[in-house]
């Protein structure tokens, strides 16, 4: 439901701030008009109709309650008369002065629809986002030397809150299901998403059952903690249990949560955010190779959301050669390539088509080839933000950019 609340100044005769005008009900939009009662501002979609001039001072006067209320970005609502939309302007660039998120709804009936069609979606993933945790299990990897995170900025503009867990308490999960059903061949061979392991390579068969557990100990992790979504400094993996989190991040991902590589903290929240505002997982992804003037580029990493691919097959880990990996085959069409800072002061949003799905042996497993604007692919050359990148299907860059303002 959408709500608009109004404000007015006495100086305009004839003005009722607590019943909609005629500018009101020709908007045609389902609506709550809740006029001068501001008590339940935030409450969902919130709109100020800025009903006439001179409204700039009771604005003013009003603003540090309603930033009390919620985190939402103001959103002004102008007509064409009572010098309504010059006020706006005004009150506006006061809130830019301040580095408050805001917006002038303002143009034809058709326009203003659509824009709040667009804006409740963006309301839609704030809310999904506020008052997560996500956990971080083990340190960031040693080479993401510029994937640090303001934990601050995170909490301010996102709502989320970052959660530190030792290695060692995954590997205690771990431990403890020694002789749980997660060691079971039976239950593995039960899985639907596995496909059918019994004629895979002995090898690669008899890691199965211990990378079903690392996904056991991880859901194990995930309730103790209250998580929305993780991510893993995967590689410790490899030396404690000789085994993968592929399989576990490629499952749980494809169960709603955000389960990310390398203890990589901005392209897990690059996820979530994808995640909340297109509905969608990501596949976190390293660009392999560029062609700066057709703006082609291969991504490719060792895992992919099983909700994201028509199809996968179980293989090695692509550096190591042991445990499990994914190779997923992601349908070809539209996609966003999407990034935020850890701080979140930079984000990269660019929408493209992924032509087609790879199978290198001197790459990652899931492999996949882009083509992008040629500028956008020269910015993995000039300015990125850290190397993994988020690919998420479809076209929903103004979602995203709307999120991020």
């Given amino acids: 439901m959408l709500s608009i609340f109004a ?44 009903m006439t001039g001179g409204t700039e001072g009771v604005f003013r006067d009003l603003l540090p309650w309603l930033l009390e209320k919620t985190r939402q970005t103001v959103l002004l609502l102008a007509s064409d008369h009572s010098n309504s939309l010059a006020a706006s302007v005004e009150i ?60 601050e ?39 639907p998403s596995l496909g059918n392991p019994t004629g ?41 249990v000789k085994n993968t989190g592929c399989l576990a991040l490629a499952k749980l991902n494809s169960e709603g949560l955000t389960a990310g590589c390398e203890g990589d903290i901005p392209a897990m929240i690059s996820m979530a955010v994808g995640r909340a505002a297109c509905g969608v997982s990501g596949f976190q992804a390293n660009p392999s190779s560029i062609d700066p003037e057709s703006g082609e580029i291969v991504f490719s990493h060792c895992t992919v959301p099983l909700d994201m ?9 692509f550096e190591s050669g042991i445990g499990v990996g994914i190779r997923g085959h992601i349908p070809e069409g ?5 990034k935020v800072s850890g701080d979140l002061s930079r984000h990269f949003v660019c929408e493209g088509e992924l032509v087609s799905n790879g199978n290198r042996p001197d790459l990652c497993r899931t492999q996949v080839l882009l083509k992008l604007p040629a500028e956008a692919a020269r910015y993995f050359l000039n300015e990125p933000i850290g190397n993994h990148h988020i690919i998420l299907p479809g076209h929903c860059a103004s979602v995203l950019e709307d999120l991020l303002k």
């Fill in 7 to 50: 404000i007015s100044s006495s100086l305009h005769q004839g003005t009722d701030v607590d019943s909609p005008d005629s500018f009101i009900e020709g908007l045609d939009f389902e609506y709550s008009f809740k006029g001068s009662d501001f008590s339940s501002y935030g409450e969902d979609l919130s709109i100020i109709y800025v």
């Fill in 153 to 191: 900025a995170l909490s301010e503009r996102l709502g989320i809150s970052i959660q530190y867990i030792p290695m060692e308490e995954l590997l205690e999960e771990f431990s403890s299901l020694r002789d749980e059903v997660a060691e079971s061949w039976d239950a593995v061979v039960r899985d």
């Fill in 200 to 240: 895979l390579p002995s090898a690669l068969k008899e890691s199965i059952p211990g990378a079903y557990r690392i996904y056991k100990a991880l859901k194990g992790l995930i309730s103790a903690y209250g998580l929305n979504g993780f991510t893993i400094r995967c590689f410790d993996l490899l030396t404690a």
């Fill in 334 to 338: 539209p996609v966003t390539v999407f």
């Fill in 92 to 151: 506006l660039s006061y809130l830019r002065q301040r580095r408050i998120r805001g917006e002038i709804l303002h143009g034809k009936p058709s326009y203003i629809r659509s824009r709040l069609e667009a804006l409740g979606k963006v309301e839609s993933a704030r809310r999904q986002l506020e008052h997560t945790t996500f956990g971080v299990i083990g340190d960031p990897s040693d080479w993401l030397i510029s994937s640090e995170v303001d934990r």
């Fill in 309 to 317: 691919v028509s199809g996968h097959e179980l293989d090695t880990h």
